[in-house]
Protein backbone atom coordinates (compact mmCIF):
# COMPACT_ATOMS: atom_id res chain seq x y z
CA UNK A 1 0.00 0.00 0.00
CA UNK A 2 1.30 3.23 -0.89
CA UNK A 3 0.26 6.99 -0.28
CA UNK A 4 0.95 10.18 -2.78
CA UNK A 5 0.96 13.63 -1.10
CA UNK A 6 0.90 16.39 -3.96
CA UNK A 7 3.13 19.16 -2.07
CA UNK A 8 4.76 22.12 -2.79
CA UNK A 9 8.49 22.02 -3.03
CA UNK A 10 9.90 19.60 0.21
CA UNK A 11 12.69 21.77 1.07
CA UNK A 12 10.28 25.00 1.41
CA UNK A 13 7.88 23.18 4.11
CA UNK A 14 8.89 24.30 7.58
CA UNK A 15 8.71 20.49 9.36
CA UNK A 16 7.93 21.51 12.94
CA UNK A 17 4.71 23.34 11.52
CA UNK A 18 3.53 21.86 8.53
CA UNK A 19 0.22 20.12 8.26
CA UNK A 20 1.23 18.07 4.57
CA UNK A 21 4.37 16.56 6.41
CA UNK A 22 2.59 16.31 9.91
CA UNK A 23 0.67 13.86 8.18
CA UNK A 24 3.56 12.18 5.97
CA UNK A 25 5.29 11.59 9.32
CA UNK A 26 1.48 9.79 10.36
CA UNK A 27 1.68 7.32 7.36
CA UNK A 28 5.55 6.47 7.72
CA UNK A 29 4.75 5.51 11.87
CA UNK A 30 1.95 3.58 10.47
CA UNK A 31 4.56 1.64 7.66
CA UNK A 32 2.69 3.01 4.69
CA UNK A 33 5.06 3.55 1.79
CA UNK A 34 4.92 7.02 1.65
CA UNK A 35 5.59 9.14 -1.72
CA UNK A 36 6.03 12.69 -2.31
CA UNK A 37 5.76 14.77 -5.86
CA UNK A 38 5.20 18.28 -7.62
CA UNK A 39 2.20 19.75 -9.42
CA UNK A 40 3.91 19.21 -12.77
CA UNK A 41 5.42 15.86 -11.65
CA UNK A 42 2.51 14.32 -13.87
CA UNK A 43 1.94 12.67 -17.51
CA UNK A 44 -0.22 10.94 -19.71
CA UNK A 45 1.23 8.34 -22.00
CA UNK A 46 -1.72 6.35 -24.43
CA UNK A 47 -4.40 6.75 -21.62
CA UNK A 48 -2.05 5.62 -18.64
CA UNK A 49 -1.29 8.20 -16.10
CA UNK A 50 2.26 8.23 -14.94
CA UNK A 51 3.85 10.23 -11.94
CA UNK A 52 7.57 11.05 -11.29
CA UNK A 53 7.71 10.27 -7.07
CA UNK A 54 9.96 10.40 -4.29
CA UNK A 55 9.55 7.89 -1.76
CA UNK A 56 10.12 9.05 1.76
CA UNK A 57 13.18 7.22 3.86
CA UNK A 58 12.49 8.89 7.26
CA UNK A 59 11.93 11.90 9.19
CA UNK A 60 15.16 13.02 11.32
CA UNK A 61 17.09 16.46 11.21
CA UNK A 62 16.46 16.56 7.71
CA UNK A 63 13.66 14.74 5.67
CA UNK A 64 14.99 11.66 3.82
CA UNK A 65 14.08 11.02 0.82
CA UNK A 66 15.14 8.86 -2.49
CA UNK A 67 15.51 10.16 -6.09
CA UNK A 68 12.57 10.68 -7.96
CA UNK A 69 10.70 7.16 -10.11
CA UNK A 70 8.27 6.93 -12.33
CA UNK A 71 4.99 5.06 -11.12
CA UNK A 72 1.63 4.68 -13.00
CA UNK A 73 -0.82 6.74 -11.01
CA UNK A 74 -2.69 3.22 -9.95
CA UNK A 75 0.53 2.61 -8.07
CA UNK A 76 -0.53 4.43 -5.43
CA UNK A 77 -4.00 3.24 -2.99
CA UNK A 78 -4.93 6.94 -1.47
CA UNK A 79 -3.59 10.52 -3.72
CA UNK A 80 -3.67 13.48 -0.96
CA UNK A 81 -3.92 16.41 -3.22
CA UNK A 82 -2.35 19.42 -1.19
CA UNK A 83 -0.75 22.02 -2.80
CA UNK A 84 -1.28 25.83 -1.88
CA UNK A 85 -3.32 27.53 -3.88
CA UNK A 86 -3.58 29.78 -6.06
CA UNK A 87 -5.83 27.89 -8.10
CA UNK A 88 -3.78 28.73 -11.59
CA UNK A 89 -3.87 26.85 -14.90
CA UNK A 90 -1.13 24.34 -13.86
CA UNK A 91 -3.62 23.39 -10.70
CA UNK A 92 -6.61 23.05 -13.17
CA UNK A 93 -4.82 20.47 -15.30
CA UNK A 94 -3.61 18.62 -12.07
CA UNK A 95 -7.18 18.15 -11.84
CA UNK A 96 -7.76 17.09 -15.13
CA UNK A 97 -4.85 14.26 -14.61
CA UNK A 98 -5.91 12.63 -11.57
CA UNK A 99 -9.52 12.66 -12.40
CA UNK A 100 -7.99 9.68 -14.65
CA UNK A 101 -6.66 8.22 -11.24
CA UNK A 102 -10.09 8.43 -9.86
CA UNK A 103 -11.56 6.23 -12.85
CA UNK A 104 -8.98 3.94 -12.16
CA UNK A 105 -10.03 3.51 -8.92
CA UNK A 106 -7.49 5.49 -6.69
CA UNK A 107 -8.70 7.47 -3.61
CA UNK A 108 -7.89 10.76 -4.17
CA UNK A 109 -8.69 13.17 -1.74
CA UNK A 110 -10.30 15.66 -2.48
CA UNK A 111 -11.79 14.80 -5.87
CA UNK A 112 -10.35 16.29 -8.40
CA UNK A 113 -13.55 17.29 -10.11
CA UNK A 114 -14.56 18.61 -6.81
CA UNK A 115 -11.52 20.60 -6.20
CA UNK A 116 -12.24 21.88 -10.06
CA UNK A 117 -15.94 22.98 -9.30
CA UNK A 118 -15.72 24.36 -5.47
CA UNK A 119 -13.79 27.74 -5.79
CA UNK A 120 -12.33 28.07 -2.20
CA UNK A 121 -14.29 31.60 -1.77
CA UNK A 122 -17.20 30.73 -4.08
CA UNK A 123 -18.31 27.94 -2.67
CA UNK A 124 -19.58 29.60 0.62
CA UNK A 125 -22.71 31.40 -1.72
CA UNK A 126 -24.14 27.68 -1.69
CA UNK A 127 -24.93 28.73 2.27
CA UNK A 128 -26.23 32.28 1.52
CA UNK A 129 -28.41 31.62 5.09
CA UNK A 130 -25.14 31.52 7.34
CA UNK A 131 -22.76 33.98 5.36
CA UNK A 132 -22.02 37.85 5.67
CA UNK A 133 -23.90 40.04 2.91
CA UNK A 134 -21.29 39.09 0.33
CA UNK A 135 -21.06 39.87 -3.75
CA UNK A 136 -18.57 38.99 -6.32
CA UNK A 137 -17.89 40.98 -9.06
CA UNK A 138 -15.55 43.35 -11.30
CA UNK A 139 -17.46 46.62 -11.68
CA UNK A 140 -15.88 49.30 -9.26
CA UNK A 141 -19.29 50.57 -8.87
CA UNK A 142 -20.86 47.58 -7.75
CA UNK A 143 -18.50 48.15 -4.88
CA UNK A 144 -18.86 51.41 -4.37
CA UNK A 145 -22.86 50.74 -3.92
CA UNK A 146 -21.88 47.76 -1.72
CA UNK A 147 -19.66 49.40 0.42
CA UNK A 148 -22.31 52.73 0.82
CA UNK A 149 -24.96 50.04 1.88
CA UNK A 150 -22.58 48.54 4.48
CA UNK A 151 -20.39 51.57 5.78
CA UNK A 152 -17.50 48.99 5.81
CA UNK A 153 -16.46 45.73 4.14
CA UNK A 154 -14.03 43.41 2.96
CA UNK A 155 -12.27 42.82 0.05
CA UNK A 156 -10.59 39.53 -1.20
CA UNK A 157 -8.94 37.93 -4.24
CA UNK A 158 -10.78 34.95 -5.46
CA UNK A 159 -7.55 32.59 -5.90
CA UNK A 160 -5.28 32.98 -2.86
CA UNK A 161 -4.99 32.25 0.41
CA UNK A 162 -2.80 32.93 3.57
CA UNK A 163 -4.51 36.62 3.64
CA UNK A 164 -2.51 37.87 0.75
CA UNK A 165 -4.28 40.81 -1.26
CA UNK A 166 -7.51 41.75 1.38
CA UNK A 167 -8.47 44.71 2.05
CA UNK A 168 -11.02 46.27 4.36
CA UNK A 169 -12.26 49.71 3.59
CA UNK A 170 -14.71 51.97 5.39
CA UNK A 171 -17.20 54.73 4.03
CA UNK A 172 -15.07 57.71 2.67
CA UNK A 173 -11.62 56.03 2.58
CA UNK A 174 -9.67 58.25 0.32
CA UNK A 175 -7.54 55.31 -0.82
CA UNK A 176 -10.77 53.54 -2.28
CA UNK A 177 -10.63 54.24 -6.22
CA UNK A 178 -7.12 53.48 -6.27
CA UNK A 179 -7.72 49.92 -4.27
CA UNK A 180 -10.13 49.17 -6.60
CA UNK A 181 -8.19 50.08 -9.93
CA UNK A 182 -5.65 47.74 -8.16
CA UNK A 183 -7.60 44.59 -7.23
CA UNK A 184 -10.15 44.95 -10.07
CA UNK A 185 -7.25 45.12 -12.65
CA UNK A 186 -9.64 48.55 -13.95
CA UNK A 187 -12.55 46.43 -13.99
CA UNK A 188 -11.15 43.71 -15.53
CA UNK A 189 -10.75 40.92 -12.21
CA UNK A 190 -13.52 39.23 -10.42
CA UNK A 191 -12.87 40.16 -6.43
CA UNK A 192 -15.28 38.91 -3.22
CA UNK A 193 -16.93 41.95 -1.37
CA UNK A 194 -17.98 40.96 2.13
CA UNK A 195 -19.61 42.85 4.82
CA UNK A 196 -17.05 43.81 7.72
CA UNK A 197 -17.71 41.00 10.86
CA UNK A 198 -16.63 42.70 13.74
CA UNK A 199 -16.51 39.74 15.45
CA UNK A 200 -13.01 39.34 13.60
CA UNK A 201 -11.20 40.68 16.46
CA UNK A 202 -12.00 38.05 18.50
CA UNK A 203 -10.51 35.69 15.69
CA UNK A 204 -10.88 33.63 12.77
CA UNK A 205 -11.69 29.90 13.51
CA UNK A 206 -10.44 27.44 11.80
CA UNK A 207 -12.57 24.24 11.48
CA UNK A 208 -11.02 20.87 10.22
CA UNK A 209 -14.05 18.62 8.79
CA UNK A 210 -12.91 14.81 7.63
CA UNK A 211 -15.64 13.44 5.75
CA UNK A 212 -18.12 15.12 7.14
CA UNK A 213 -16.83 14.64 10.83
CA UNK A 214 -14.99 17.30 12.38
CA UNK A 215 -12.01 17.46 14.73
CA UNK A 216 -13.07 18.90 17.91
CA UNK A 217 -10.93 21.64 18.17
CA UNK A 218 -10.65 24.36 16.38
CA UNK A 219 -8.36 26.85 15.84
CA UNK A 220 -8.72 30.72 16.56
CA UNK A 221 -6.66 32.52 14.86
CA UNK A 222 -6.58 35.84 16.40
CA UNK A 223 -5.46 39.00 14.59
CA UNK A 224 -2.14 40.69 15.89
CA UNK A 225 -1.85 44.55 16.87
CA UNK A 226 -0.96 46.28 13.96
CA UNK A 227 -2.95 43.96 11.36
CA UNK A 228 -6.61 43.02 10.93
CA UNK A 229 -5.63 39.58 8.98
CA UNK A 230 -5.93 36.88 11.36
CA UNK A 231 -4.21 34.38 9.19
CA UNK A 232 -1.05 32.75 11.23
CA UNK A 233 1.03 33.84 7.88
CA UNK A 234 0.50 37.09 8.69
CA UNK A 235 1.41 37.19 12.41
CA UNK A 236 -2.08 36.01 13.84
CA UNK A 237 -2.13 33.86 17.22
CA UNK A 238 -3.60 31.00 17.02
CA UNK A 239 -5.43 29.49 20.27
CA UNK A 240 -7.24 26.01 20.07
CA UNK A 241 -10.70 25.23 21.65
CA UNK A 242 -13.08 23.04 22.08
CA UNK A 243 -15.97 23.19 19.10
CA UNK A 244 -19.30 24.92 20.29
CA UNK A 245 -22.10 24.54 19.92
CA UNK A 246 -22.45 26.95 17.42
CA UNK A 247 -19.60 25.95 15.51
CA UNK A 248 -21.60 22.51 15.22
CA UNK A 249 -24.47 24.17 13.82
CA UNK A 250 -22.85 25.45 10.75
CA UNK A 251 -20.83 22.11 10.44
CA UNK A 252 -24.18 20.22 10.47
CA UNK A 253 -25.19 22.69 7.57
CA UNK A 254 -22.53 22.23 5.12
CA UNK A 255 -22.13 18.21 6.01
CA UNK A 256 -24.34 17.08 3.59
CA UNK A 257 -23.17 19.52 0.58
CA UNK A 258 -19.64 18.44 1.48
CA UNK A 259 -20.01 14.24 1.56
CA UNK A 260 -22.20 14.64 -1.58
CA UNK A 261 -19.00 16.44 -3.16
CA UNK A 262 -16.52 14.10 -2.00
CA UNK A 263 -14.70 17.07 -0.35
CA UNK A 264 -13.40 14.59 2.51
CA UNK A 265 -10.77 17.15 3.78
CA UNK A 266 -11.57 20.48 4.45
CA UNK A 267 -11.14 23.46 6.48
CA UNK A 268 -13.59 26.01 7.23
CA UNK A 269 -12.96 29.51 8.09
CA UNK A 270 -15.51 30.79 10.65
CA UNK A 271 -15.95 34.42 12.28
CA UNK A 272 -18.38 35.17 14.70
CA UNK A 273 -21.36 33.08 13.24
CA UNK A 274 -20.42 33.30 10.10
CA UNK A 275 -19.09 30.82 7.23
CA UNK A 276 -16.63 32.76 5.54
CA UNK A 277 -14.70 30.19 3.62
CA UNK A 278 -14.14 26.41 2.58
CA UNK A 279 -10.74 25.34 2.31
CA UNK A 280 -10.36 22.51 -0.43
CA UNK A 281 -6.66 22.21 -1.43
CA UNK A 282 -4.30 22.02 1.36
CA UNK A 283 -6.49 22.94 5.08
CA UNK A 284 -3.99 23.52 7.48
CA UNK A 285 -3.48 24.60 11.31
CA UNK A 286 -3.18 20.28 12.64
CA UNK A 287 -0.21 20.92 14.08
CA UNK A 288 -1.26 23.48 16.01
CA UNK A 289 -4.24 21.90 17.12
CA UNK A 290 -2.38 19.12 18.41
CA UNK A 291 0.28 20.90 19.94
CA UNK A 292 -2.14 22.29 22.30
CA UNK A 293 -4.81 20.04 22.96
CA UNK A 294 -3.04 16.67 22.69
CA UNK A 295 -5.27 15.74 20.41
CA UNK A 296 -3.81 13.34 17.71
CA UNK A 297 -5.28 15.00 14.79
CA UNK A 298 -2.96 12.70 12.03
CA UNK A 299 -4.18 9.49 13.64
CA UNK A 300 -7.84 11.09 13.55
CA UNK A 301 -7.40 11.86 9.64
CA UNK A 302 -5.36 8.90 8.73
CA UNK A 303 -7.81 6.51 10.27
CA UNK A 304 -11.18 8.40 8.95
CA UNK A 305 -9.71 8.59 5.43
Known amino acids: ?19 SLFLMKECIRRNIETHFCAINDFSINEG ?10 NFKEKINYESSHPHKGNFFKKIFIRKDPP ?35 LSILNFKEIISPTIVTSNSHDVINFLNEHKKIVLKPINSMGGNGIFVIAKNDQNLKSILETVTAKNKKVIM ?19 G ?9 IPGNDDFRANLAKGGRGVSKKLTSQDMKIVD ?52 I
Request: charged share 25%.
Open 193 to 211: AQKYIPDIIKGDKRIIIIK
Open 87 to 121: FDDDYLNLTYFLDIAVEKGVDVINNPSSIRKHNEK
Open 253 to 304: FIRPFLIENKLDFVGIDVIGKYLTEINVTSPTCLVEIAKQTNFDCAKFIIDT
Open 48 to 57: ILNVQSNKII
Open 1 to 19: MAYLFIIDPIDSLNQSKDS
Open 213 to 221: DPLPYSLIR
